[in-house]
Nanobody, 114 residues
C-alpha cells in the first residue's frame, strides 16, 4: 500500500488545516489508517485513526479539535485540524495497518506560529 500525504503548511495559532492521505493498492478488507505526528524533540505519537468500517479514535491531546474522516471510496483519509496551537507543530504522517502489511507515507509538515 502506498500513501501520499498533503495539506501541511504554516498557520497561525487558532487556525485550521486539513491534511489528506491518499492510499493506493489496498486489497485487504479489514485495516486501519492512522495519522501520527513527531514534533521537534518529541517522540512519534498517534493522533487519530479510522478503521475500514469507519470507527474512529483520537489522542486525548486532540479530542474536540481534530476530526478524522474518509471519502466514500475509503482511499482518501482526511485529518481536519482546528484551533491549532504551537504544540501541534510536527511532521504528520499517515500509516496503513493491515493483517498482511503496514506502510507509511512520506509525511507533511505542519507549523503553527504563536
Amino acid at each position: 500500500v502506498q500513501l501520499v500525504e498533503s495539506g501541511g503548511g504554516l498557520v497561525q495559532a487558532g487556525g485550521s488545516l486539513r491534511l489528506s492521505c491518499v492510499a493506493s493498492g489496498i486489497t485487504e478488507s479489514i485495516y486501519l489508517i492512522a495519522w501520527y505526528r513527531q514534533g521537534p524533540g518529541k517522540e512519534n505519537e498517534v493522533v487519530a485513526g479510522i478503521t475500514s468500517d469507519g470507527a474512529t479514535n483520537y489522542a486525548d491531546s486532540v479530542k474536540g479539535r481534530f476530526a478524522i474522516s474518509r471519502d466514500n471510496s475509503g482511499n482518501t483519509v482526511y485529518l481536519e485540524m482546528s484551533n491549532l496551537n504551537p504544540n501541534d507543530t510536527a511532521a504528520y504522517s499517515c500509516r496503513y495497518l493491515g493483517n498482511l502489511e503496514t506502510s507509511w507515507g512520506q509525511g507533511t509538515q505542519v507549523t503553527v506560529s504563536s
